[in-house]
């Protein structure tokens, strides 16, 4: 066997042979696999880039609410200790 014929250990083992490369996936899969055009294949990449993208958006917006939030939740806490704060140095009670 040359270096050039190596092909690296996947999830099933060394795969050595390529006609044995897909003979673990069911039939309908190895099937599915051989109808492909280069249009799917295409397609299929844009589908993955556009889910990875979704994915990054989708994570911004997350820690944006969070952001927003916390800083209104933390902006209403410190006005109500600078209230506390004037009341008791101006001795007002409520």
Known sequence: MADDDFDPAGPYG???????RFAHLPPTTRKWLESLREEDIDEI????????????????WKWLIITVIGIFVGAM??????????????????
């Open 77 to 94: 806490q410190f006005g109500e200790a600078v209230m506390k704060m004037f009341q008791w140095l101006f001795g007002r009670h409520p």
């Open 14 to 20: 060394p795969i050595y042979n390529p006609v044995e």
């Open 45 to 60: 990449k844009e589908a993955v880039r556009f889910y990875h993208a979704t994915r990054t958006i989708g994570k911004f």
